[in-house]
């Protein structure tokens, strides 16, 4: 059953990635021919524009090579950088760990958050600490994540001379090291994730403590931990692990900021090098590697609903 | 828009008040909105930061007492005072006033791109929902496209090859918001399509034009109030992030996240209200706008709670 409803969602994927990577292919087409001439003049990219043109596969059919683009691509082939001209999947596949550290962490940091004050918050609605932890969500949903990480580097290195920012640490180098550099700026990229889960989490498990079944789980005299968390929370879980999905999205666009602001070497600042240096080819390997992404995590939380939801069959 | 309706009448009346000012008279406003502050104190004060925002950027010749360019002389990096009351920069600026013409160019591109959006989401959502059909499936591939890509990613992209600028910068953010708003639009319009006035109409023999111009919009005018609300907060998050990573509003223009890029990065350790204001703006902007915007939606449409 469950097999059969994830072969369906992979069918409906399938378009939703298509038009994506014609998205993601169309975009250096966009680029005004003169553009063409400055990335020669600016950056030397190649001998003369024709040169260039080829590099950039502008030189036949827009169906060819688009054809040929995503041909290559599906093999793993992303073409060559123009500024380092090494593969583009090589210069990924070495800074990949990096962000996918930073988003696993952040996400993590963010779920800690949310759910246990999503919990308590549900559980006191309209106490002092609700009131105080929806303010604070509002509050988390509004900052920045640039600024507070600046603020984080700033004022600590006024106050008490303490700088958070060093030199990067490897994780062949110093596992260890290389974790504990990544915690603040995860913190900071999971703050927005974690209002946006906790206000879903505190909204879903209000509406399911007002049903039949959880009064019967009072009316039996169970305890409060076990009628808020097996009875409310499992039930309520559910449109937060979709939430869950959509974050993704928006956390691997934070780790463009926070890569930049921490100095970390992942593959969104790569990615912000490229867009300033202009170099197509990595541009577009980077996002069809991030909407692919992107699509498979959202097909597994799919996936994930008929887990957590015995009630849901396709 | 500041109406309260957790009672019916109050629903009645808000309604009304929003398909044309109906049912509201003289100080019913008044009432209305003393009504909304009592019940929600937390949307209220959203109300008044965005209020005074937008009295700052309408005003700002007025209430900053500098230029936002202006260079004072001997005036380099001053601490807060009670002549410079949020400092001044790197080049004798004064912050202040820096800030109040900030609000300007966030709220420039907040109502702009909002407005932009909210043309776009509508035209899809209800054509999609309305004609439904091989149009409602393409449309809505399209979109699914279209989410999956990180919005700071995608940006940054089409800005590469657009150029920065502030009409780039609306336009981008603009057509990102509207495929996220659409869905809920199309959601909101097949709901107010299932009620028998839609079928009554097409009944009698009224056009695409009339039923949906007639019909389905001022049905929906509540839903796409709250999503432009909420929208704005996010797209001055969006600007200020974008400005910052050097995408945005070109400087001389005192955009509040160009103000934390570049020199405001370069001497935060010496003067770190360089970086500290303008932060403060952003995040009291947002606030306002998300505060406010929460608000409406629990007033206006209980439905979208938790969303």
Same mark, same amino acid.
């Given at each position: 059953m469950l097999r059969r409803y994830v072969a369906k969602r992979l069918l409906i994927a399938i378009p939703s990635l298509l038009i994506a990577s014609l998205i993601v292919f169309t975009l250096p087409r966009?680029?005004?021919?003169d553009a063409v001439q400055l990335m020669l003049a600016e950056k030397a990219y190649a001998k003369d524009i024709e040169e260039l043109r080829v590099k950039l596969g502008l030189d036949r059919p827009i169906y060819v090579q688009y054809f040929e683009w995503a041909g290559r691509a599906v093999r793993g082939d992303l073409g060559e950088s123009l500024?380092? %001209? %090494?593969p583009v999947m090589e210069e990924i596949g070495q800074r990949l760990p990096v962000t996918l550290l930073l988003a696993v962490l952040a996400l993590t940091f963010a779920l800690a958050i949310a759910i246990p004050v999503g919990v308590i918050s549900a559980a006191r609605h309209d106490t002092l600490a609700d009131f105080v932890a929806r303010s604070t969500a509002i509050l988390g949903l509004s900052v920045p994540g640039f600024w507070l990480a600046t603020l984080l580097i700033v004022l600590p290195a006024i106050w008490w001379g303490w700088r958070p920012v060093g030199d990067f640490v490897e994780f062949s180098r110093d596992p260890w090291a290389h974790l504990r550099q990544m915690l603040l700026p995860a913190a900071i990229l999971g703050i927005a994730a974690s209002a946006a889960l906790m206000r879903l989490t505190r909204g879903m498990l209000l509406e399911v403590l007002r049903q039949d079944y959880v009064r019967t789980a009072w009316a039996k005299g169970l305890a409060e931990s076990a009628v808020v968390l097996k009875h409310g929370l499992r039930n309520g879980i559910i449109p937060v692990v979709t939430l869950l999905g959509t974050q993704l999205p928006q956390i691997i666009g934070g780790t463009v900021v926070i890569e930049t602001v921490f100095g970390l070497p992942g593959m969104s600042r790569f990615l912000f090098d490229a867009i300033n240096q202009r170099d197509y080819p990595v541009i577009q390997g980077v996002n069809l590697l991030v909407v692919s992404t992107v699509v498979m995590v959202n097909l597994m939380v799919d996936a994930l609903y008929a887990v957590l939801d015995p009630r849901i069959r396709y | 828009m500041n109406t309260r309706a957790e009672s019916p009448e109050g629903l009645v009346q808000a309604t009304a008040a929003l398909q044309? =000012?109906? *049912?509201?008279?003289g100080w019913a406003w008044l009432v209305a909105l003393g009504r909304f502050a009592r019940r929600k104190p937390l949307g209220a004060l959203g109300g008044v930061i965005v209020v005074a925002l937008l009295v700052m950027a309408a005003f700002a010749e007025q209430i900053? /007492? !500098? *230029? !936002?360019?202006q260079t004072i002389r =001997?005036?380099?990096?001053?601490? /807060?005072?009670?002549?410079h009351w949020l400092g001044t920069d790197n080049l004798s600026r004064d912050m202040w006033s820096r800030v109040v013409y900030g609000a300007r160019v966030s709220i420039t591109v907040g109502f702009l791109t909002i407005a932009l959006a909210v043309v776009f989401a509508t035209a899809i959502g209800v054509s999609s929902a309305y004609f439904g059909g091989a149009w409602d499936l393409l449309v809505q591939r399209l979109v699914d496209a279209w989410l999956s890509f990180p919005y700071l990613i995608i940006i940054l992209s089409v800005m590469a090859v657009l150029g920065p600028g502030l009409g780039n910068v609306v336009i981008s953010l603009a057509v990102l918001i509207a495929a996220t708003n659409s869905r809920v639009i199309r959601g909101a319009t097949l709901g107010a399509m299932q009620h028998t006035y839609v079928e009554a109409a097409r009944a009698m023999g009224c056009g695409h034009t009339r039923i949906i111009v007639r019909h389905l919009l001022p049905n929906i005018t509540a839903t796409v109030i709250i999503l432009a609300t909420i929208g704005l907060g996010a797209v001055i998050l969006a600007e200020s992030a974008l400005s910052f990573l050097g995408f945005g509003v070109p400087p001389p223009h005192p955009s509040w996240g160009g103000m934390l890029s570049g020199s405001g990065r370069t001497y935060m350790f010496r003067a770190p209200w360089m970086a500290v204001w303008p932060g403060v703006a952003i995040s009291l902007a947002v606030f306002g706008f998300n505060m406010l915007g929460d608000a409406l939606r629990d007033v206006l449409d209980p439905r979208l709670r938790g969303s």
């Open positions: 966009l680029i005004p021919g500024w380092t %001209r %090494r | 044309g =000012g109906r *049912g509201f008279r900053a /007492p !500098y *230029g !936002y360019d =001997g005036a380099r990096m001053k601490p /807060p005072s009670a002549a």
